[in-house]
């Protein structure tokens, strides 16, 4: 009996959360894909169009859009523009940039940047006008997009606040958000 109630809450939970099957089909290798991650033979790999380092792992993969981690401040301002709110923390400040789009609600960019260098990527909305994306990832792609992208996740949780849920993937420095299991939000972050 209790093997059967864990089976059923299982079954619900996963539906709960949006995901009713994590079965799919990886993508595989395509030689034009540079600088993204991708799932092949397992797991998650970082295709680069530089000679493998080291000291910079997969650091060339981590970047949303034009938006790339260790760039200063002054070179995503030259991006973006200036930033439209400034939230100040202990040791870093977030900055917001919003974004183009024909929805309701506007798209955004949050920055963290700890010495003026960036140390965190997030991409948040449910569209943009722009082609912005994450290894081939938008805001919007529906959930087996992410799946057949990056394969599945390492953990999966409930985010209340916006009604859907959390995809991690450790131990790389991605997450990604679902609400309605579409692309709500991705963020990538500087270990």
Known sequence: ???KILFITL???IT???QDTLQFTPRGFDSTIKNEFRYLGGSIAS??????DVEQGYLNCLYIGKIKMRMDLNQVDSILGKSD??????DSQTHVYFL???EKYYPYYAI???NNIVNSIQLTGLSTSENISFSSIKLGDHYKTV???LGKPSNIKNIEDIKGVEWTYFPFPISIEFVNRKVYSIKIYDK
């Open 1 to 3: 009996m209790k093997l």
């Open 11 to 13: 079954v619900v939970s």
């Open 16 to 18: 709960a959360s949006g």
């Open 47 to 52: 295709i680069s169009d530089k000679t493998s």
């Open 85 to 90: 709110k400034v939230f100040n923390q202990n």
């Open 100 to 102: 183009p789009t024909t």
């Open 112 to 114: 963290t940047f700890k």
């Open 147 to 149: 799946l057949e992208i």
